[in-house]
């Protein structure tokens, strides 16, 4: 079993940064896809970035716009995102998810079995 934790959530302005964390506990980290979604009232959840066990990356085009960045430090079971020049169309909700050890690296959501709760994050124009 495998608990996430999501921090950094804010209220922000138009043209803020944010860096999102996630915390793992639960054993085979490093052996994980790592995913961060994300889900606003007006959308669909989508993903925003993934990132494998070897630190290969995918990023959501349409989303990303070449804004954001994940990362993982294994030694400190942490993921994380770090988003820069932040629109109103980034407010959502964003989740961190798990796959299992050894999984594909991949943006399908079925593929992570493990999610956090989620924070949020709030852009003002």
């Known amino acids: 079993q495998v608990e996430l934790v999501e921090s950094g959530g804010q209220f922000l302005q138009a043209g803020d940064s944010l860096r999102l964390a996630c915390t793992a506990s639960?054993?085979?980290?490093?052996?994980?896809?790592m995913a961060w979604f994300r889900q606003s009232p007006e959308k669909e959840r989508e993903y925003v970035a993934v990132?494998?066990?070897?630190?290969?990356?995918?990023y959501s085009i349409d989303v990303v716009k070449g804004r954001f960045t994940i990362s993982r430090d294994n030694a400190k079971n942490k993921v994380y995102l770090r988003m820069n020049n932040l629109a109103p169309d980034d407010t959502a909700v964003y989740y961190c998810?798990?796959?299992?050890?050894?999984?594909?690296?991949?943006?399908?959501?079925?593929?992570?079995?493990?999610w956090g709760r989620g924070t949020q994050v709030t852009v003002s124009s």
């Open positions: 998810a798990a796959s299992e050890p050894s999984s594909t690296t991949t943006v399908d959501p079925r593929n992570y079995v493990y």
């Open positions: 639960g054993g085979d980290f490093s052996s994980r896809a």
């Open positions: 990132i494998g066990r070897g630190g290969g990356t995918i």
